[in-house]
């Protein structure tokens, strides 16, 4: 599994050079997102993503994301409880230029490493996962656009699935 994350990276790279034109621009994200477990009693876990794509062409990107995720809380029964999980995934996504609106879907593709802490014990562990993400950038300069997207993350462990909804929004910077 390790080498296919590799295999995969070196594909995308390769295909960025393959291309007989591109836009040779670098897209920044930085925003602020919900991760939502789905179970029979949903916490949200605030959050934060850092994302650095790179126009292949007018319609394809590719890139690489990091997020961190997180869920505190305290009660008299269990004590102080707290969870993370941390996306560290490559991207490709396709979208189209309407004037300054842009439709994407994407695709994330990586390990997600999860942890929790209970009365003094932690534990954490690293799964190979991904999401498909639709979303939109809506272009306000040349240098600044918003951003929104949903994701649908599928977290594969232990021969089971574990599903969970995300949402982030934020800036998107140009160069």
């Known amino acids: 599994m390790k080498h296919l994350k590799?295999?995969?990276?070196?594909?995308?790279?390769?295909?960025a050079f393959?291309?007989?034109?591109?836009?040779?621009q670098l897209y920044l994200n930085t925003d602020a997102g919900i991760y939502i477990p789905k179970s029979e009693d949903p916490q949200v876990h605030p959050g934060f993503l850092l994302e650095a794509r790179y126009a292949v062409n007018e319609y394809f990107?590719?890139?690489?994301?990091?997020g961190y995720y997180f869920y505190n809380e305290s009660n008299n029964l269990i004590g102080t409880y707290s969870a993370f999980t941390m996306p560290i995934t490559i991207v490709a996504e396709v979208g189209y230029d309407m004037l300054e609106?842009?439709?994407i879907?994407?695709?994330?593709f990586g390990m997600y490493r999860q942890g929790a802490t209970a009365q003094n014990i932690s534990s954490s562990k690293a799964y190979w996962g991904?999401?498909?993400?639709?979303?939109?950038?809506?272009?306000?300069?040349?240098?600044?656009?918003?951003?929104a997207n949903f994701k649908f993350h599928n977290i594969?462990?232990?021969?089971?699935t574990y599903k969970a909804?995300?949402?982030?929004?934020?800036?998107t910077f140009l160069f």
Do not use: D, H
């Open 105 to 108: 879907l994407g695709v994330n």
């Open 18 to 24: 393959l291309q007989e034109e591109s836009q040779a």
């Open 130 to 147: 991904m999401a498909i993400a639709p979303g939109f950038e809506y272009k306000l300069s040349e240098t600044i656009a918003l951003n």
């Open 156 to 160: 594969f462990y232990n021969n089971n």
């Open 165 to 171: 909804f995300g949402f982030n929004a934020g800036a």
């Open 61 to 66: 990107r590719v890139g690489t994301n990091f």
């Open 6 to 15: 590799y295999l995969l990276l070196t594909a995308f790279i390769s295909l």
């Open 101 to 103: 609106f842009r439709p």
